[in-house]
């Protein structure tokens, strides 16, 4: 075996964890091996997808919702905006509508 390398029961051991920054929000992911000293910044416990928390972070024992007011009341804000924006579909729709009036205008069947 070559160093550095792991054994196949380390492998089986090895547990997915969430690298946190000094903050306690998650900054990225990692392997942890059984048996090793795990870093201040590694937390094992997933964050519960029914908690419905946008942005995690972690208080030392829970995740808890990391989101302020003002980072929440931007996000929806963006979403009411994205959701007030015309699909292809509609935007195709309202061209072909303004081609059909210009023409009945020109023909004089509209004024």
């Known amino acids: 075996m070559l160093v550095g390398e792991k054994t196949n029961q380390e492998m089986n051991d090895a547990k997915y964890a969430y690298v946190i920054d000094h903050n306690g929000f998650i900054i990225g992911a990692d392997i942890h091996y059984n048996g090793n000293e795990l870093p201040d910044n590694f937390v094992l416990d997933f964050v519960p997808p029914e908690l419905g928390i ?58």
């Open 54 to 111: 946008i942005r995690p972070k972690w208080n030392g024992s829970t995740w808890i919702e990391g989101e302020t007011l003002e980072e929440k009341s931007e996000r929806e804000t963006l979403q009411l905006l994205e959701s007030l924006k015309p699909s292809s579909n509609e935007i195709a729709n309202a061209e072909l509508e303004i081609k059909i009036l210009t023409m009945l205008k020109e023909v004089e069947v509209v004024q």
